[in-house]
């Protein structure tokens, strides 16, 4: 009878899903199949599928561009080669339902990763759930099929190693060499993984200089091993095509102040949209806990907060890292806060939370990621998921009409357009700008603006690339103003983009066969 209990509770304990199990397998499954759609609302997947076949095709990383008609050809860095590569694969074999998949995969393994990063905190379990999940909701808002989401997962990998380390002692530092060697060459966001060994590195510094006496030579010990270790990571992060350059290509990107301006995922969060809710409410829990608890943060904590809260006002698409970077530090003071905090409502919690934690330690190995990994291949391999760009926000239709009809000469477009038109039409079709916004900079994008607004010059802009077909979005400012002059015609419209053509002779076979197209306004379910 005895044996019998232990058999079932051994195999309880492998049913029954650990939370940290839990949260990869319920995310996972959510973001692949119910949410799939959204990871492909940013036509720059399309894109970087696109240049990860030209890698594969001719063996080699391209260091000047070929999706644009600009001549001479811009110098470009693709800086996330491998990441192209990697799409470009999945791509083939499965389609854009593939690339979704992979990267819904890796998206639930982050923060089924910080939740365990929590969990050995030592902390209350029930604190930790709740960080992960607020982390997650204030994450949302960037969640897209791009390599941005490859630095999300080693930015949790390379901060539990340096935390582990730093209060732990588990000195497992001699990884992050070999990561860097991969992020380098995946996403330009490896230097976080530099400003993290900064700061661990300059916190024991001043710790084995200002800190306490006790202290001082097990601080001095760590701050050399930072030291070392970082210049081991420089050495490795210059394997890669671009050399000491790519070194520089962040701070190059982020000093292009008329860039950062524009560009609507570089600009600081509006407080007033509902998507900057869940970062507004981690943030003012942050802010909350340091106000009422009575612990002390470190140096290395303090600054990590105020680096990366900095970098989070700064630009929208970084509030995934503070997401990743605030909870272990407001993990710590919470726990710390209930530690000296009495009344009924803390004891209960306490009880709630040693009855989970108790569960949750029970449980033994990863069937249910097992499941929800196999559920997912299942449902996408027979045809349950079958993932593309959205045609009610992406120009699908339109496209389609290019490619019938064959327009000759240069464009104009939009950038979100040109992703999508260098996925579904390049090499027949070049255009004027897209997403790689870095490569065109900010005078090729000043340009861009000019036309866009009809502001004065637009038309030399025009005559100066060459430029005599427009598509842009339905309704727009820019197709407004068109409709109204006589030298342009419109011979498509749906609600997603109209096209324009200039009234010459080389476009009148299509102003006749098009004569009276009229303009749709935009689909309102599928406006922000």
Partial sequence: MKTENVDSSTVASYLAPSLGNAIFALFFYSIAVVFGQKLLGDGDTGYHIRAGEYILKT???????????????????????????????????????????????????????LFRMLRRLNGHILVALALTLLAIVSSMLHWLARPHIFSLLFMVVWYDLLDS???????????????????????????????????????????????????????????????????????????????????????TLVNDHYMMDHVQEFLSPNFHE?????????????????????????VIELSLLLFFVNMAFFSVRYITLYAIIAPPVVARSADYFLGETGGRFVAWLRRKDAGIAGIDARTRGFLWPIVATSAVLFYSVNGGASLGFDEKIKVVAAVEFLKREHIPGNMFDNDEFGDYIIYAAW???????????????????????KVRNFEDGWEAVMKKYDMNWIIYDADSALCRYLLARKEWRLIYADKVADIFVRDTPLYQPLIRKYPNVKPLPPDPAALP
């Fill in 59 to 113: 063996f080699s990383i391209p260091s000047h561009d070929m999706f644009s008609f600009i001549t001479p050809a811009l110098s470009w860095t693709a800086h996330e080669w491998l990441s192209e590569v990697i799409m470009a694969k999945l791509h083939g074999w499965f389609g854009l339902t593939g690339v979704v998949v992979f990267f819904a995969g890796i998206i639930a393994s982050v923060y089924a990763l």
């Fill in 274 to 298: 509902t998507t900057i809710l869940p970062f507004k409410l981690l943030l003012l829990l942050t802010i909350s806990l340091l106000a009422v608890t009575r612990r002390r943060l470190s």
């Fill in 165 to 251: 380390y730093q209060y732990h002692g588990k000195n497992r530092l001699y990884f992050l060499p070999l990561l860097m060697l991969f992020w380098v060459n995946l996403h330009g966001g490896f230097i976080s993984g530099f400003v993290l060994l900064g700061i661990y590195g300059a916190g024991n510094l001043f710790e084995s200089r200002f800190g306490p006496v006790i202290n001082r030579e097990v601080a001095r010990v760590k701050w050399r091993l930072f030291l070392k270790i970082t210049l081991v990571c420089l050495a490795a992060s210059l394997v890669n095509p671009f050399g000491y350059k790519i070194l520089l290509f962040p701070f």
């Fill in 427 to 449: 090499p027949e079709y070049h255009v004027f700008v897209d997403g790689r916004l870095d490569m065109y900079g900010s005078e090729r994008l000043k340009e861009y603006m």
